[in-house]
């Protein structure tokens, strides 16, 4: 019997005596020498046997001759249950066979009636030490253990336990033709709370992303595990359906979308979910996880709090992106890159006041392809900071090269990832490169995104005041779809706010977005901030806007983004002459 005990938990001592005179003198001698022990008394063996069983005590002191149950048959059943239970036994003096009994018994200490006190004493305190002995290593090995298998901030199993139950849960479902699910999932932008809050809040965020995955899986057998970092791998054995696998991911992504309250603090963070199943998406467990943490990958993909099932044409999309990535390091040298550009009106006045310069690729094999589809890895590879001193080079000389063909001097209006904006050296950048192509600053603007206010917001805003003081313009773009808590755009030396496309798309039908539409233009106008529309493709969107009083815009319905070539000051003509809106005046 292995029962675990704290180090320092009481040590319960059994005293079995029938002669109750006896009994009374000796329990007092061990409460007076031993008071941390918890003593309990029997009169004969059989009773001696029942409290073994239901409290079983550390150190057992039996007399040999008692009525119902002698000492050597109590002890005999004892030892049957526990081997290692240890017992004093009292003996008198010439009871040789009991002596002999016994020592074949394994009683460790024998006393010899009549019973002198520093015997007995000594015998308890041989006792008590290897018990101390054996607790200390008992709660070294737990401890060892607890290293082994469990990650020690979470306190949940960890990827070794995770991968043996993952094994044996295999087994199980193969012998029993059952379905077994694998979650693989990570925390978006973890890395940068990380950075920004301190590695305490980020230890203390996992803690409580650890308890919420728990609460998320209510079987006993579904199993929570941390794979390290920000990864977390849950197993669901026993399914009848994919379907179950399915509930759960669901599940998850909307306890996540609650707060998580760590102290002083909420956070929000999103998380995408990868399912691999047993036994259509591989048959052991490595694979499981390998494709789970593919389907992870898809689903990241395609946005933030997502889920997504393996399926095999995945291995073709992990390829793909490989062969991407390859190609997206020598596009650069071999010229691929080109701007595209894109004007943006003043419905008011029908004037061009900016141009955005967007990104394309002229892929040698697959074509022109989107910043969609490159820039994220362009991020995530950091080939981005290269390709985005370009772009903003390129776009600054186009636009110098406008105003030296006289065309209506218009800002150009360029994108900035995050990771741009992060580095120390962008505005020394952004210098160089005004300086170098000779457009005045105020020609020039840069277009960052909410996501960066997640980043050390006293560097960023040290960068773009730089910038702001240099005269360069700054707008928020795609503004409304990230974690914005509004009281920074006070702080923020920004001009303008680009309502993201998401809401105008339905401007006109859609309750939500009107409403959110309206209250951005409105609270841009209280903030003395400027307000553009992305992404307004017709005259009923142009209109509805307009009436919400934004009369800056962009979109398919003027100019789709075309190439420096095809660019005129006049690309927005069949708007001006054909659709003009009611009450507006055109110069
Ligand atoms: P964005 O900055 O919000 O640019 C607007 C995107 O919406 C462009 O897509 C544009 O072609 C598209 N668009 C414009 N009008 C309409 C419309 O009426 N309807 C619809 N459905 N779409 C419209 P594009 O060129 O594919 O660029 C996508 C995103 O890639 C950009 O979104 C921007 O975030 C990023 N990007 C583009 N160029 C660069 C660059 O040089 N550097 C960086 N870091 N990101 C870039
Ligand atoms: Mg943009
Ligand atoms: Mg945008």
């Known amino acids: 019997m292995d029962t675990p005990v704290a180090e320092n938990s009481a040590v319960t001592l059994l005293y079995v005596e029938d002669n109750q005179a006896i ?7 061990i409460i007076r020498r031993f008071p941390q022990l918890k003593l309990v008394l029997a009169e004969n063996g059989q009773e001696g046997l029942d409290h073994f069983i239901t409290m079983h005590p550390d150190i057992i002191i039996t007399d040999i001759q008692m009525p119902v149950m002698d000492g050597i048959q ?34 460790n200490h024998y006393v010899l009636k009549p019973i002198k006190n520093e015997k007995l004493t000594a015998a308890i305190e041989e006792l008590l030490k290897d018990i101390q002995m054996a607790r200390q290593l008992r709660m070294q090995n737990e401890y060892i253990l607890q290293m082994a298998y469990y990650d020690s901030l979470t306190g949940l199993p960890n990827r070794q336990l995770f991968k043996e139950i993952l094994h044996q849960s295999l087994a199980h479902a193969q012998r029993h033709k059952r379905l077994l699910a694998v979650l693989f999932l990570d925390l978006d932008r973890f890395k940068v709370i990380n950075d920004t809050l301190g590695h305490a809040v980020g230890d203390q965020l996992l803690k409580a992303v650890a308890l919420r995955l728990k609460q998320c899986c209510r079987r006993d057998e579904e199993m929570v595990s941390r794979r390290g970092g920000d990864e977390f791998i849950i197993l669901l054995p026993d399914l009848d359906s994919a379907q179950e696998a399915v509930n759960v991911a669901r599940k998850i992504i909307d306890a996540f979308a609650i707060a998580f309250v760590i102290p002083d ?35 990241k993909e395609q946005g933030r709090n997502r889920y997504h099932l393996y399926n095999p044409s995945m291995d073709t999309h992990a390829a793909w992106r490989h062969d991407m990535e390859n190609s997206l390091r020598m596009a650069q040298q071999r010229g691929e890159f080109f701007l595209n550009y894109q004007p943006e009106v003043n419905v008011k006045t029908g004037r061009i006041f900016s141009v955005e310069a967007l990104l ?30 370009w772009a903003l080079r390129a776009a600054c000389a186009q636009n110098k090269a406008w105003q030296g063909a006289r065309h209506p001097n218009q800002r150009v209006a360029v994108n900035l990832s995050p990771r741009q904006v992060q580095s120390d050296n962008l505005a020394d950048m952004v210098e160089n490169v005004l300086r170098e192509t000779q457009l005045a600053p105020r020609w020039l603007e840069l277009e960052v995104t909410e996501e960066l206010l997640l980043h050390d917001l006293e560097t960023v805003i040290r960068t773009l005041r730089r910038l702001s003081n240099l005269g360069v313009h700054i707008s928020i773009d795609d503004f409304g779809t990230g974690y914005s808590s509004l ?3 006070k702080k923020l030396p920004i001009h303008t706010l680009k309502i993201d496309q998401s809401f105008v798309s339905d401007i006109t039908v859609n309750h939500d977005d009107s409403a959110i539409a309206k209250a951005i233009i409105t609270m841009a106008k209280s903030l003395g901030l400027n307000v553009i529309a992305e992404g307004v493709e017709a005259e009923k969107q142009m209109r509805f806007l307009y009436s919400l009083g934004c009369w800056k815009m962009q979109g398919y319905f003027f100019s789709t983004p075309v190439s420096a070539e095809e660019f005129s000051p006049f690309i927005c003509k069949p708007y001006r002459h054909n659709k003009p809106p009611q009450n507006i005046t055109t110069h």
């Not at 009994?23 to 001698?29: D, E, G, I, N, S």
Request: glycine share 8%; charged share 20%.
């Open 360 to 389: 394309r690729w002229q892929h040698p094999e697959l074509g022109l392809v989107l910043p969609n589809q490159f820039i994220h890895l362009a991020e995530e590879t950091g080939l981005i900071m290269a390709l985005g001193e």
């Open 23 to 29: 009994q009374k003198l000796v329990a007092r001698m």
């Open 265 to 299: 603090r909420e956070l929000f963070i999103n998380t995408c979910i990868g399912i691999s199943l047993f036994p259509n998406d591989g048959d052991d467990g490595e694979t499981l996880i390998k494709n789970a943490d593919m389907a992870m990958y898809c689903a």
């Open 487 to 489: 009281s920074y755009l």
């Open 74 to 107: 109590m002890s005999r059943k004892i030892k049957a249950i526990d081997k290692g239970a240890k017992i004093i036994a009292i003996t008198a003096f010439g009871d040789v066979d009991s002596l002999v009994e016994s020592i074949n018994l394994g009683i």
